[in-house]
């Protein structure tokens, strides 16, 4: 194994574009690293195409008329990561404690492969030993037989697919809870939250066919040379269409500068290059709303001085009026809107605001894409709120080209939720689900993501299951919580390789080890397949076909199966055992519990492109309170719900080029020229010299919550960066412990990551 950190760390920009032969080198850095044989590379050609598997990364939508090799670099090293050569046996665990791995870094934990046994953890020795898994299912449903239903929470991280994720939140709702917190909690949950009061769907209105009618773009706080690279595919081909790219983000990230097709030969041997983004507004991370309400501005005036002229109105009246309420008192807002204010607090001069808001006028088609850097603010729901006013202005909803277009993180992220993993009551047919399973669901609001985490800590979780995921080091306030965990009565971590969360046992701890969904999966009735649905709503089913990593694995369909089993009383309306044996059948379940969404389900798996489970709000059916769409005053100009101060800054915590959420690949993050080091610290040059700080210089940060809290992070690097002043970067998982839990948006309980208080200690 190649040790990639460095104690002479390299920070120097980078100069080439992304993909190209940068990218083809990382990928043929990382195959060769972890050993995958000639099986694992005859995978990558099955990659995201019909009858092949979904690629276990990013969420991004899987063409009909797939490229040769449809994947990524990104998607390759998820691959690679998954097919790894490398093990973590019960030997692995016979040589090292649990105390000794917590010393461990993320990077390294999983670096030493595939878990290949379940494990116990046992007390005594401090370390896990492997054991059977009858033993294992036993257990765990013994112990949480006579616990309260309410203490116990079933978290998901969202790779697991739509098959497992049914049957777990259904093992949750028949045990007697909906806590049922997913990764979409830290994530997309804003856009749940907001688009469904907006439009009356959590989801994106858009599909692939957008990308080709629509006329310009605006693309808001997403890092999609990083962490979703095929979609710059769909981007480079509108530029050469002339579309314009608007884009909004405080870093200059160059996957939205510019982008060369590794899949393009003659790309790659000329170098050649296109410019992804038209205009790029580096604002103050946070100040979303401001820029949008600068932009609203600018239209509302343009619309009166066409309306005083007899010229063309720039704001759609007909659209508005048929399709929205609460416009006006949206647009007094935008009159009333401060342009000091909006200057101030994004950092833009008032012109910028205004070449972007032109862009938008003359476009007749308009995509809003987005990512993390809207969602996770104090204000994030605001924020989506806030791209669908600026929309809805000129009827951009609902129409070929047009529409949101929030890009999903993980994999089956969005199909999660639609197959009743949510802790919210009004998302799932309990009804339906009742009936179907002759039982009585639980209507109490479930615990999510933060509600756990409060829990956790005030000792009222007695037990979490994880199917998937790492929620430990995902979360905020990570050392109150890593304090906490050993209090709980059970804790049962089901994965793929090991990670901090998996070192913090419980009274009773077990580590379920399972098949990635690039392994082939038999089942009594032969090979199964899985599903996903992607971020523009499509359902794919994906087929793994690589030798497991180890003969004791089980897959994830098969471990909620039988922990179900033996933790329900017996019920004639579910066969687990059945539905382990032939995933078809689940399928049919989940159609017959959702039959508008997955019609014909089984007969359309494998449906070039993936089958749309369809949108209303993309047929201007409003299913929202009003049957209108709905417009929003915000309720404020910046997102992070903090004031600034002398020596307060704004943290933004980012995701590398070289890692997925907490699975660190490697420590080097091409695009933004760190190599070596993940303990960087970036920040404008004159924030460095105005805090007498020299670059290189070690330092901490602090979290300035103002709640008496000591939070803190060592270590980090003072790198000077092209950064909005007033705003730092650092590096996600590493920085969670700055993060309070109770810093998260108002409405949808994202924790607010991308706008962190925070203080340079020296
Ligand atoms: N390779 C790879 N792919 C991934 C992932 C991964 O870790 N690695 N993670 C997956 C998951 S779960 C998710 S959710 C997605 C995450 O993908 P993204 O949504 O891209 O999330 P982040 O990397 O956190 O970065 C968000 C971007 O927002 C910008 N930003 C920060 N604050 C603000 C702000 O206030 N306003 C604006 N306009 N921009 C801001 C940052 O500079 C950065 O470019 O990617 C998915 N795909
Ligand atoms: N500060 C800060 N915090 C954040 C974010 C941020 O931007 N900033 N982003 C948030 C976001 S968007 C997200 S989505 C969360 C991510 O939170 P999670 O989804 O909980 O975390 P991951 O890092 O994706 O989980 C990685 C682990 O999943 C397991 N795994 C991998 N594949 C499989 C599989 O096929 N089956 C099973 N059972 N297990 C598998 C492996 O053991 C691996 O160690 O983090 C959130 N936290
Ligand atoms: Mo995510």
Redesign the pocket.
């Known amino acids: 194994m190649t040790k990639q950190r460095s104690d002479s760390p390299e920070i120097e920009p980078f100069q080439g574009p992304a993909g190209g032969w940068g990218s083809v080198r990382s990928l043929a850095d990382i195959l060769p690293r972890e050993h995958v044989g000639p099986e694992a590379l005859r995978e990558l050609t099955r990659q995201n195409k019909p009858e092949g598997f979904m690629c276990?990364s990013c969420a991004w939508s899987k063409p009909a008329d797939h490229h040769p090799f449809e994947f990524c670099e990104e998607g390759g090293k998820a691959t690679a990561w998954?097919l790894t050569h490398f093990r973590t046996t019960p030997e692995f665990f016979e040589q090292h404690t649990l105390s000794e791995l917590r010393g461990w870094s993320d990077y390294d934990l999983?670096q030493h492969g595939r878990l290949t046994h379940p494990l116990r953890y046992d007390c005594d020795s401090d370390k896990y030993v492997a054991c059977a898994w009858d033993e294992a299912f036993d257990h765990i449903a013994a112990t949480l037989k006579p616990l309260d239903p309410k203490s116990v929470v079933f978290y998901s991280?969202?790779?697991?697919s739509l098959e497992a994720s049914y049957m777990y939140g259904l093992m949750a709702r028949m045990y007697g809870n909906q806590n049922l917190p997913d990764?979409s909690n830290?994530?997309h949950e804003s856009t749940s939250v907001g688009l469904k009061a907006a439009i009356g769907v959590p989801v994106g209105t858009t599909q692939l066919k957008d990308f080709k009618e629509c006329d310009a773009i605006l693309f808001f706080g997403q890092n999609v040379g990083s962490n979703a690279p095929r979609m710059l595919h769909d981007l480079r081909d509108c530029r050469k269409r002339g579309v314009e790219i608007v884009t909004f983000n405080p870093l200059k990230e160059r996957g939205l500068e510019r982008f060369t097709d590794p899949q393009n030969p003659i790309e790659m041997a000329t170098l050649k290059e296109t410019a992804i983004s038209t205009q790029y507004h580096q604002l103050r991370a946070g100040s979303d709303l401001a820029a949008m309400m600068g932009i609203c501005k600018f239209l509302v005036a343009w619309d009166d001085a066409a309306k005083a002229s007899g010229g063309q109105p720039v704001l759609d009246h007909d659209f508005i009026a048929q399709h929205t309420t609460g416009a006006e008192d949206f647009i007094a807002a935008v009159r009333a809107a401060d342009w000091t204010e909006i200057e101030r607090e994004t950092g833009l001069p008032r012109g910028d605001l205004e070449k972007a808001a032109k862009v938008y006028a003359e476009a007749k088609a308009v995509l809003a894409i987005y990512g993390?850097g809207i969602t996770?603010h104090v204000k994030g729901v605001e924020n989506v709120r806030m791209l669908v006013n600026l929309l809805l202005l000129r009827g951009n909803i609902g129409k070929p080209g047009a529409g949101p277009t929030p890009v999903r993180?993980?994999s089956n992220?969005q199909g999660q939720r639609t197959v009743g993993i949510t802790e919210k009551t009004e998302l799932v047919p309990v009804e339906k689900l009742e009936k179907q399973y002759g039982f009585t669901a639980p209507r109490e609001k479930g615990l999510d993501t933060v509600e756990s985490c409060r829990g956790v800590i005030d000792g009222s979780v007695k037990a979490f299951v994880g199917?998937?995921?790492?929620?430990l080091r995902?979360?905020p306030e990570t050392q109150a919580m890593e304090a906490a965990w050993p209090k709980l009565r059970l804790s049962v971590q089901?994965?793929?390789?090991l990670?901090r969360n998996h070192l913090f046992p419980g009274e009773v701890t077990y580590l379920l080890p399972?098949l990635?969904?690039i392994e082939a999966d038999v089942q009594a009735s032969g090979p199964q397949a899985v599903s996903t649905e992607d971020s523009t709503s499509c359902i794919h089913g994906s087929r793994g076909k690589v030798t497991p990593a180890s003969p004791h694995l089980l897959s994830?369909p098969a471990i909620v199966g039988a922990l179900a089993k033996r933790l329900l009383p017996p019920n004639p309306n579910v066969d687990w055992d059945a539905w382990v044996g032939d995933y078809s059948r689940i399928r049919d379940a989940i159609e017959e519990t959702y039959p508008a969404a997955f019609e014909k389900y089984n007969e359309r798996l494998f449906t070039p492109g993936g089958f749309w489970k369809g949108n209303k709000a993309a047929e201007r059916i409003w299913e929202t309170e009003s049957k209108k769409a709905e417009f929003l005053v915000p309720s404020d100009l910046s997102a992070t719900g903090f004031k600034d101060e002398q020596g307060r800054y704004r943290l933004m915590?980012l995701?590398s080029n070289d890692q997925?959420?907490?699975?660190i690949y490697g420590y080097h993050d091409r695009f933004r020229g760190i190599k070596g080091t993940r303990d960087v610290l970036l920040m404008h040059r004159d924030d460095i010299a105005a805090a007498a700080l020299a670059e290189g210089q070690i330092v901490a940060l602090e979290s300035d919550a103002g709640d008496g809290i000591l939070r803190r992070r060592e270590g980090l690097i003072v790198t000077p960066y092209e950064i909005p002043r007033g705003c730092l970067g650092a590096y996600?998982?590493e920085?969670?412990v700055l993060?309070p839990v109770e810093h998260h948006a108002e409405q949808s309980h994202v924790?607010a990551?991308k706008s962190v208080p925070v203080r340079i200690a020296a």
């Open positions: 276990v998954e999983e991280s969202g790779r697991t990764s830290m994530c993390m996770q993180g993980h992220v199917l998937g995921g790492n929620f995902a979360v089901i994965a793929t390789k990670n399972c990635g969904r994830e915590t995701r997925f959420n907490t699975t996600y998982p920085a969670n993060m924790p990551a």
